[in-house]
């Protein structure tokens, strides 16, 4: 079974600074996905990323981007400029390849970010 | 926008009784689940669906069961609630047909068991 671990269960950073989250996962497939999801205060998960594993070019998404390590099996998220909205909690998900059917989600334990200001 | 609405944001049951949440879906997405949330361990797979009157466990089905009657509405249902069902629900949807179909999530239902 696929498994999605996150070992920082809470990360802070300044206002206007770069963090980098961290996520490893453990599959014997060679085709899948991965996700960076957030969860703020409201509680609704937001998609803030998505790699597919075939594609060697890291995804990018404004002020988001991911550092795929496919040998390595890691999947870290890099946010720069960091604002207070960013604060929430993150998850780390994976997902097989599935051509028909429901797309179930791995998730990872979550790791709770802090902005200072 | 795709809308996942949960019937109730907050939930208090006594040990016992029998809860039902419901979850509602207005884009005619064929997929539908339920995640439990706790702290320390992300979210984890109860049930999910993927068309009317089907199911499949997930991860974690002890304990649980689900109702899929119309394609809309995904009702998940604790037989006799355990303190230990004390928990953040969340329900999700997707569309079946492509491999890169994202989950909308609804705001999760918060429940306490006493």
């Known amino acids: 079974a696929q498994t999605v671990t996150q070992s920082q269960p809470e990360m802070s950073v300044q206002e206007a600074e770069t963090v980098t989250l961290s996520c490893t996962y453990d599959?014997?497939?060679?085709?899948?996905?991965l996700f960076w999801y957030k969860q703020p205060p409201s509680r609704q998960m937001i998609l803030v990323i998505r790699q597919e594993a075939y594609k060697q070019q890291n995804a990018t998404e404004n002020r988001f981007s991911v550092n795929f390590q496919k040998a390595a099996k890691s999947f870290s998220l890099k946010i720069s400029d960091s604002q207070l909205g960013d604060a929430a909690m993150y998850f780390c998900?994976?997902?097989?390849?599935?051509?028909?059917?429901?797309?179930?989600?791995?998730f990872g334990q979550g790791t709770r970010l802090t902005i200072n200001p | 926008d795709v809308k996942v609405t949960q019937s109730s944001r907050y939930l208090v049951k006594r040990t016992g009784e029998k809860v039902f949440l419901e979850c509602v879906q207005d884009m005619d997405h064929e997929n539908m689940f339920w995640y439990r949330q706790d702290p320390g361990l992300g979210l984890r797979l109860i049930y999910f669906?993927?068309?009317?009157?089907?199911?499949e466990k997930g991860d974690i089905p002890e304990g649980y069961s689900v109702s899929r009657e119309k394609k809309e509405r995904f009702s998940l249902i604790l037989e006799s609630a355990s303190t230990n069902q004390t928990s953040m629900y969340l329900c999700?949807?997707?569309?079946?047909?492509?491999?890169?179909?994202?989950?909308?999530f609804g705001s999760g239902t918060q429940l306490s068991v006493l």
């Open positions: 999700a949807s997707s569309r079946t047909g492509t491999t890169n179909e994202k989950l909308f």
């Open positions: 998900a994976y997902r097989g390849y599935l051509i028909q059917g429901a797309q179930k989600l791995v």
């Open positions: 669906s993927y068309d009317v009157k089907m199911k």
């Open positions: 599959t014997s497939e060679s085709d899948y996905y």
